[in-house]
């Protein structure tokens, strides 16, 4: 089973940016990005499909995160900028190794998930 393993957390300003990191052990078809505030639903953040890099957001971070990837490293980034308090959550990231129906949104879509690294964004 593919492992992965994410980095890049921490404690920002608002207004201030960081990087997300996401290293699998394996291939992946696709590579997503999720979050989960205290207390609420986990959300869909971003997914990118491996092969030919397409790229979807959730609408409430389209104009200020960008997903990207290194195919060689089996690697999945967030930038994230413009970030404000809402953006506190513990984030997570998810792959699929083989294709399902789901939505790209919808965690059942994903067999593997990673640890969570927690980002905190302060007023």
């Known amino acids: 089973q593919v492992q992965l393993v994410e980095s890049g957390g921490g404690s920002v300003q608002a207004g201030g940016s960081l990087r997300l990191a996401c290293v699998a052990s394996?291939?992946?078809?696709?590579m997503a990005w999720f979050r989960q505030a205290a207390g609420n639903e986990r959300e869909g953040v971003a997914v990118?499909?491996?092969?030919?890099?397409?790229?979807i957001y959730a609408d409430s971070v389209k104009d200020r995160f960008t997903i990207s990837q290194d195919r060689v490293e089996n690697a999945v980034y967030l930038q994230m900028n413009s970030l404000k308090p809402e953006d506190t959550a513990m984030y997570y990231c998810?792959?699929?190794?083989?294709?399902?129906?789901?939505?790209?949104?919808?965690?059942?879509?994903?067999?593997?998930w990673g640890q969570g690294t927690q980002v905190t964004v302060s007023s």
């Open positions: 394996g291939y992946t078809l696709s």
């Open positions: 998810a792959a699929n190794t083989e294709p399902t129906a789901g939505a790209w949104s919808a965690s059942t879509s994903y067999n593997t």
């Open positions: 990118i499909r491996v092969a030919r890099g397409t790229t």
